[in-house]
């Protein structure tokens, strides 16, 4: 079991930076590829950022790429959301997530229903 907990969430000005955190707890978390997704109110729950376990292969969603950056401390059992010129569009629950296998295709980096453990989420609200 793997238990994943975000923070670093909050209310920030367009054009400012947040930075999340996922802390993961119980086994097999330095085997396992990363994601982050988001979810704004009445939408659907959308792929923002993946990593595979020793962070050679990393995606981006088109909407955020050259803004975000993901990454990860497999020591700490951590991996991170570096968000910079935020946009009102990036606001909603900001989710951490635990994948089936340490790599994996594009396809599954991509697909929701290929990770295995959620945090809670981590709400991110960005003003205009």
């Known amino acids: 079991q793997v238990q994943l907990v975000e923070s670093g969430g909050g209310l920030v000005q367009a054009g400012g930076s947040l930075r999340l955190s996922c802390q993961a707890s119980?086994?097999?978390?330095?085997?396992?590829?990363m994601g982050w997704f988001r979810q704004a109110p009445g939408k659907e729950r959308e792929f923002v950022a993946g990593?595979?376990?020793?962070?050679?292969?990393?995606y981006y969603a088109d909407s955020v790429k050259g803004r975000f950056t993901i990454s990860r401390d497999n020591a700490k059992n951590t991996v991170f959301l570096r968000m910079n010129s935020l946009e009102p569009e990036d606001t909603g629950v900001y989710y951490c997530a635990a994948g089936k296998t340490p790599y994996g295709t594009a396809h599954d980096y991509r697909d929701l229903y290929e990770y295995v453990y959620w945090g809670q989420g981590t709400q991110v609200t960005v003003s205009s």
């Open positions: 119980g086994r097999t978390f330095s085997n396992r590829r």
């Open positions: 990593i595979s376990w020793r962070d050679s292969i990393i």
